[in-house]
């Protein structure tokens, strides 16, 4: 029965595993070779030169191509931080309101945060790109009716990135609000009653009960969250372009670029494989402190 099942079983994933073979793990094999050749986009495979470590020694030399490259390097990093940092503390707050649904306006609450994420982002871009408008925007005419001047959203170095920082937000914290209520929905009830009984109020209640056991939850939440900040790409190409003066050229969009309209396919891929290799380390520091902290 055993082999018979393992057999069946075997038979009924081969499927998946030729297409991950195929979309994923094949083009991943690609890229990393492309990374030690040089190599055109514009030329076949067989016109490739193997060049060693020359294309990760140029992405991180002292060059104006290694200097883009460190740029956008820092600003993806830079991103991925803010995000982060925003998403998870609210993913936490919204959740525990939608939990909750004696609270007022929980009902609305819920629709709005659920359908942003279903929104494309492609469309979200569009409508951002106009909420930042620096004279007919309505986010400079509301701080307008409060004394605030005008503010340079998109056209300022120091603000730019932020401003796409808000939009990604806006648009993924409510994916990360279902991952929320679903570890809240985890966490036994009698936990709460316990602790009410013995005098402690909601505030001790989050920071003793519910933080402590929607770890598991939060850690999920980091690793989504810094993988789909690594990857952003679609805000920057339709609204910053990577400017102004490259405040907000993030490694996909540099990747694309560099890749594909300068046609120098080895450089590229070198930076993708940077790239996969940084986002691994990220995930894996990500997963040890985590796990010192259980053993702490």
Not at 46 to 74: H, K, Q, W
């Amino acid at each position: 029965m055993t082999k018979t099942y393992r057999a069946s079983a075997g038979i009924m994933l081969t499927p998946a595993v030729a297409l991950i073979g195929v979309f994923i793990l094949l083009p991943m094999l690609l890229t990393i070779w492309l990374s030690f050749q040089d190599w055109s986009t514009q030329t076949p495979f067989d016109a490739a030169v193997f060049v060693g470590f020359d294309n990760f020694r140029e992405i991180f030399g002292s060059t104006s191509i290694g200097r883009d490259f460190t740029g956008a390097l820092l600003n993806t990093a830079l991103y991925t931080l803010m995000s982060v940092a925003l998403i998870l503390p609210l993913s936490v707050a919204f959740g525990l309101m939608v939990y909750q649904r004696s609270v007022a306006g929980g009902t609305m609450l819920r629709t709005v945060l659920f359908s942003t994420y279903m929104v494309p982002m492609i469309a979200v871009a569009l409508v951002w790109s106009k909420l930042y408008s620096p004279t007919e925007g309505p986010l400079n005419q509301m701080l307008g009716l409060i004394g605030i001047g005008p503010q340079p959203w998109l056209s300022s170095p120091s603000t730019a990135l932020m401003s796409i920082v808000f939009l990604n937000v806006w648009q993924q914290v409510g994916y990360f609000t279902v991952l929320a209520v679903a570890g809240l929905t985890q966490i036994p009830g009698s936990l709460y009653e316990a602790a009410e009984i013995e005098g402690a109020n909601p505030w001790q209640q989050f920071w003793a009960i519910t933080l402590p056991l929607l770890k598991r939850t939060l850690l999920f939440s980091a690793v989504i969250a810094i993988i789909n900040a690594v990857q952003v790409f679609e805000p920057v190409a339709l609204i910053t372009q990577g400017g102004p003066v490259g405040s907000t050229n993030v490694l996909t969009y540099h990747i694309r670029r560099v890749g594909i309209e300068r046609a120098q396919g080895g450089l590229g891929s070198a930076m993708a494989v940077t790239l996969m290799l940084s986002l691994i380390v990220v995930i894996s520091a990500v997963f040890a402190f985590i796990n010192r902290r259980d053993d702490e």
